[in-house]
């Protein structure tokens, strides 16, 4: 599976911005989907997942209450919805496709990878 993700840019902080990951060569309808991101000199780190069904979602801590993730099996989709966004929120974001069905926060668990989508916060 290819996966493409899209929508990043540059805002000011408070401003959102909607992250989309579109995946093709098969389905994942029934596969676990994440978010990650990796800023400069920074590790990878975990921001949300979503169930197969859509109906269980995580978030890290730093993001809960301002990012939302939903899906749309239908459409090999997967959105990122960043509100109130802030400068430490600058990074690269990744989408990711599991192994499993169900979320997890661990990036061993995600078998594929989409390339990213830069988004920048300015202060």
């Known amino acids: 599976v290819q996966l493409q993700a899209s929508g990043g840019g540059l805002v000011q902080a408070g401003g959102s911005l909607r992250l989309s990951c579109v995946a093709s060569g098969r389905t994942v309808s029934n596969n676990g989907m994440g978010w990650f991101r990796q800023a400069p000199g920074k590790e990878r780190e975990f921001v949300s997942a979503?169930?197969?069904?859509?109906?269980?979602?995580i978030y890290a801590d730093s993001v809960k209450g301002r990012f939302t993730i939903s899906r749309d099996r239908a459409k090999n989709t997967v959105l990122l919805q960043m509100n109130m966004l802030q400068p430490e929120d600058t990074a690269g974001y990744y989408c990711?496709?599991?192994?499993?069905?169900?979320?997890?926060?661990?990036?061993?668990?995600?078998?594929?990878w989409g390339q990213g989508t830069l988004v920048t916060v300015s202060s």
């Open positions: 979503i169930n197969w069904r859509g109906d269980n979602t």
């Open positions: 990711a496709a599991s192994f499993f069905s169900e979320t997890s926060r661990s990036a061993s668990a995600y078998k594929s």
